[in-house]
T-cell receptor, first 113, second 111 residues
Framework: ETGVTQTPRHLVMGMTNKKSLKCEQHLGHNAMYWYKQSAKKPLELMFV???????ENNSVPSRFSPECPNSSHLFLHLHTLQPEDSALYLC????????????FGPGTRLLVL | GENVEQHPSTLSVQEGDSAVIKCTYS??????FPWYKQELGKGPQLIIDIRSNVGEKKDQRIAVTLNKTAKHFSLHITETQPEDSAVYFC??????????FGTGTRLTIIP
């Protein structure tokens, strides 16, 4: 285990639903990430938070809304998603600077119907 | 922006033999190159990394080589074991927040 937990592990939602993904780490890391992992594509960076401040938004559609209430918790709020948003959503955390190791959670497998 | 290409996409190796995965990057400003291993049902986990001030780094059965001039780097796994079966990702970073990943290599070790 990496010390990064994600809930739920699996989620099925309709296009009109609103749901949230949760990520938690108690490693004392200052940075947290959301990635999208689709089959046969590179991991896509979505958002980065450093000391609770968003430092990167990789042109993500507004139907994905991140929230970082403190350095240990990160949420991804989902609304009016599309079927192509079905993917594995990975959270990661990192101590120190950008070239420190990222510690990934197991991911949330999302299916949008 | 940075673009990382990774080959092969799948690789099958007899147990005990060596495996090599290759990546190329486009931006000469990249100076940090980690490799992550992802097992089924888990998130990626760092196995080794290299910075641009060295050409090779080794950790037991795993080694990484970097050729800055050609802008490519490779992962070498020797004496492969069944537990090496996984998806391996290379990545490149320039010191900013973005780690650019390759598309992954599914390595299968044949007993």
């Amino acid at each position: 285990e990496t010390g990064v937990t994600q809930t739920p592990r699996h989620l099925v939602m309709g296009m009109t639903n609103k749901k949230s993904l949760k990520c938690e780490q108690h490693l004392g890391h200052n940075a947290m990430y959301w990635y999208k992992q689709s089959a046969k594509k590179p991991l896509e960076l979505m958002f980065v938070y450093n000391f609770k401040e968003q430092t990167e938004n990789n042109s993500v559609p507004s139907r994905f809304s991140p929230e970082c209430p403190n350095s240990s918790h990160l949420f991804l709020h989902l609304h009016t998603l599309q079927p192509e948003d079905s993917a594995l959503y990975l959270c990661a955390s990192r101590p120190g600077g950008p070239q420190e190791t990222q510690y990934f959670g197991p991911g949330t497998r999302l299916l949008v119907l | 922006g940075e673009n990382v290409e990774q080959h092969p996409s799948t690789l099958s190796v007899q147990e005990g033999d060596s495996a090599v995965i290759k990546c190329t990057y486009s931006d000469s400003a990249s100076n940090y190159f980690p490799w992550y291993k992802q097992e089924l049902g888990k998130g990626p986990q760092l196995i080794i990394d290299i910075r641009s001030n060295v050409g090779e780094k080794k950790d037991q059965r795993i080694a990484v080589t970097l050729n800055k001039t050609a802008k490519h780097f490779s992962l070498h796994i020797t004496e492969t074991q069944p537990e090496d079966s996984a998806v391996y990702f290379c990545a490149a970073n320039q010191g900013n927040e973005k780690l650019t990943f390759g598309t992954g290599t599914r390595l299968t070790i044949i007993p």
